[in-house]
């Protein structure tokens, strides 16, 4: 998708998901998740309550995952940070929605939604 959302139909998330977005740079489809999933600066507590992990790439969701565990990161380059491993929300209604509106002017990649 392009960077321009005018067309696109904006998130409307169900109030029982917990959503954390976080945004992606431009990535290859295979690629997607493990740029999804680690080295975030994210409060562990937080990102377990977490029921989808939304893909956010120019403004929209390009995919949603179902994180079934959070850790702290092994990697040296990243300590501190955290990661997920999840599952692909295969009949998730979200992908294609614009999510602009809850990030707003904001720097920060990460957004909760419901949380």
Known sequence: MTGNNMNQEALIPN??????????GKVKRENLYEMTRKYWKVDI?????A???LAIVNGIV???YNPVDWKYTEDPQHIGR????????EHTTY??????AFYGKSQNPVKYINM
């Open 15 to 24: 109030p029982e998901d917990r959503i954390m977005c976080v945004k992606v």
């Open 82 to 89: 955290c990661e997920f491993l999840g599952v692909e929300d």
């Open 95 to 100: 992908i294609g929605k614009d999510v602009s």
């Open 51 to 53: 029921t989808h992990v």
């Open 62 to 64: 390009e995919e949603v």
């Open 45 to 49: 507590t937080r990102a377990r309550k």
